[in-house]
């Protein structure tokens, strides 16, 4: 299992706007992810937006904006299930290459939560649905409170 050896981060949101941007694909597994994702958030004590992205292609560009008009991080959420065409491999690339550059270009975190799976049964298993075996909701928006702190560090 992936969350084997998961690092204790620093998830202290207080005075952070974090914006949540969730893809609209697989909605029992998109839901999933956002709920996990709110959880953590709202723990954290930071504030929270969110915006709907048509799908995980779109991620990056919605993320984008909403860095640039004042979130200080962004959760991106999304689900990809392999299919018998290469899109999945496109769609994958392109929102991970995408969101890796909309946290360089903007210097600000980007919490990856974008499951590529081969079904949808892997997608229920990491959802943080109940019966789930791992949160990745959760765990993209510690990833992106974490960076955040990091990032504050850094700058001073």
């Known amino acids: 299992m992936s969350g084997a050896g998961s690092p204790t981060l620093n998830v202290d949101g207080t005075g952070l ?9 697989h909605a029992e597994i998109s839901a999933g992810l956002l709920a996990g994702a709110r959880r953590v958030l709202e723990a954290s004590g930071a504030t929270i937006v969110e915006y709907a992205a048509p799908g995980s292609f779109e991620l990056p560009v919605v993320s984008k904006a909403a860095l640039e008009n004042g979130a200080d991080a962004v959760v991106a959420l999304g689900v990809i299930i ?11 690339s392109a929102a991970t290459d995408g969101l890796t550059r909309v946290a360089l270009d903007t210097g600000k975190p980007v919490g990856f939560g974008v499951l590529t799976l081969e079904d949808e049964q892997q997608g229920l298993d990491r959802a943080g649905l109940p019966g789930s075996k791992e949160d990745k909701g959760a765990e993209a928006a510690e990833a992106a409170l974490a960076t955040a ?8």
């Not at 706007?17 to 694909?25: E, K, M, N, R, S």
């Not at 018998?84 to 769609?91: C, I, K």
């Not at 990091?150 to 001073?156: D, F």
């Open 82 to 92: 392999r299919g018998g065409t290469p899109h999945f491999e496109f769609v994958s």
């Open 149 to 156: 702190q990091a990032l504050r560090v850094i700058r001073g």
């Open 17 to 25: 706007t974090v914006a949540i941007v969730a893809g609209q694909w």
